[in-house]
């Protein structure tokens, strides 16, 4: 089976960084998304970590340790805007289009 | 189409009555997923289609859910004798064949009176 955690909810200042942490143990891992959801809206891709290290991406950069079972989404120069919740999800076991598995999301509110 | 169209956006029904929920992949998504969300919980995977067959049903919470695909596009998720257990977001994703990144539909807001 797998188990996800990441905190319920955070908050953080206009202008500030943050970061969301996401730990997961699974029977198998191909890799880890991270997707943001606004309030009634669909959850849209962030980003995909396959490999050990840091990937950056404009003001949001997603880090994974395999070893360690731990990722986390850092967000840089906070806007009004990035309040949402942020989801993250494992892949695998197994190849191709294996379900993702979810986290329950960490809601990020961003206050002035 | 342009992206992944869900529909209806709201349904409200009352307790034992049944429901239908359509899904219209991304163009040339030859996978579709169906996914619930009750408020506070995350994800919760309910059963996966490749083409017109669904390789895994294993999230579905009891016999009376069901879902199918036609033409390896449009699915249907059905929701029998609905209880008040059953209302939440149900959201439609899909992918292309290999490929792990799902593209959402805005989903259909279900509640059960």
């Known amino acids: 089976g797998q188990n996800i955690d990441q905190p319920t909810e955070m908050t953080a200042t206009e202008g500030a960084i943050v970061q969301i942490n996401c730990t997961y143990q699974?029977?198998?891992?191909?890799?880890l998304f991270w997707y943001q959801q606004h309030a009634g809206e669909a959850p849209t891709f962030l980003s995909y970590?396959?490999?050990?290290g840091l990937e950056e991406k404009g003001r949001f950069s997603s880090f994974l340790s395999r070893s360690k079972g731990y990722s986390y989404l850092l967000l840089k120069e906070l806007q009004m805007k990035d309040s949402a919740s942020y989801l993250c999800?494992?892949?695998?076991?197994?190849?191709?289009?294996?379900?993702?598995?979810f986290g329950k999301g960490t809601r990020l509110s961003v206050i002035a | 189409g342009a992206g992944v169209s869900q529909s209806p956006s709201n349904k409200v029904t009352e307790k034992g009555k049944d429901v239908e929920l359509r899904c219209d992949p991304i163009?040339?998504?030859?996978?579709l997923y169906w996914y619930r969300q009750s408020l506070g919980q995350g994800l919760e995977f309910l059963i996966y289609?490749?083409?017109?067959?669904?390789?895994?049903k294993s999230g579905l919470p009891s016999d009376r859910f069901s879902a199918e695909r036609t033409g390896g596009s449009v699915s249907t998720l059905t929701i029998q004798r609905t209880q008040q257990e059953d209302s939440a977001v149900y959201l439609c994703?899909?992918?292309?064949?290999?490929?792990?990144?799902?593209?959402f539909g805005s989903g259909t807001q279900l509640s059960v009176l």
């Open positions: 994703a899909s992918s292309l064949t290999g490929d792990e990144k799902l593209f």
């Open positions: 699974t029977s198998g891992f191909n890799g």
């Open positions: 970590n396959v490999l050990d």
């Open positions: 999800a494992v892949s695998g076991p197994g190849s191709g289009n294996t379900p993702l598995v």
């Open positions: 163009s040339g998504h030859t996978a």
């Open positions: 289609f490749q083409g017109n067959s669904a390789p895994d």
